[in-house]
Antibody
């Protein structure tokens, strides 16, 4: 069974750093792209970026380039989303998702359960 | 700037109704379009990919059509479990853009 399990909810202050995780199991983790998607309170889905665990190739949405860092440790089948200095506007649910197709761009067929990040002074 | 526009933003319908949601791309995306269903507090679930391919395990009352810039998701006979928010997503261009979502409510 394919599973993506994300780390738990976080409560942070503006300026804090944070790394959340997404652990894959039940498939060949290295051979499928992993994406991160943001959902702000009451809003739609926003694609943030994507990483290929096999070689750590990464692409970012222009809206998120320079604001977050996506990384992976394929030895433990885990992808990460990281902030160096959080803002209140980063408050959202963050999902990781597996891309259906290994090489070509494709839809996201499996999703993590989401990680709620709350940033407030 | 590339955009995906969904309509309507909210839809009120009754069990048994035929429901259609539209997604329009600002430029051609061929058939590189997916539809997701999301229920409150849950992650999105893939329903349709490549504009018209039904994801494994998804009921056949869901169907997708279109290519280029105009796409539709149709639910042939709305069931109680189908009241949710539906999102389209393109994956033809680099940015993998989502539409703003359509909430299907009970009439």
């Amino acid at each position: 069974e394919v599973r993506l399990v994300q780390s738990g909810a976080e409560v942070k202050k503006p300026g804090d750093s944070l790394r959340i995780s997404c652990k894959g199991s039940g498939y060949s983790f290295s051979n499928s792209w992993i994406a991160w998607v943001r959902q702000m309170p009451g809003k739609g889905l926003e694609w943030m970026g994507i990483i290929y665990p096999g070689d750590s190739e990464t692409s970012y949405s222009p809206s998120f380039e320079g604001q977050v860092t996506i990384s992976v440790d394929k030895s433990i089948n885990t992808a990460y989303l990281q902030w160096s200095s959080l803002k209140a506007s980063d408050t959202a649910i963050y999902y990781c998702a597996r891309q259906l197709r290994g090489a070509a761009a494709g839809p996201f067929d499996y999703w993590g359960q989401g990680t709620l990040v709350s940033v407030s002074s | 700037d590339f955009q995906m526009t969904q309509s309507p933003s909210t839809l009120s319908a009754s069990v048994g109704d035929r429901v259609t949601i539209t997604c329009r791309a600002s430029q051609s995306i061929r058939s590189s379009l997916a539809w997701y269903q999301q229920k409150p507090g849950k992650a999105p679930k893939l329903l349709i990919y490549d504009a018209s391919s039904l994801q494994t395990g998804v009921p056949s009352r869901f169907s997708g059509s279109g290519s280029g810039t105009q796409f539709t998701l149709t639910i042939s006979s709305l069931q109680p479990d189908d009241f949710a928010t539906y999102h389209c997503q393109q994956y033809n261009t680099f940015s993998r853009t989502f539409g703003q979502g359509t909430k299907v409510e009970i009439k």
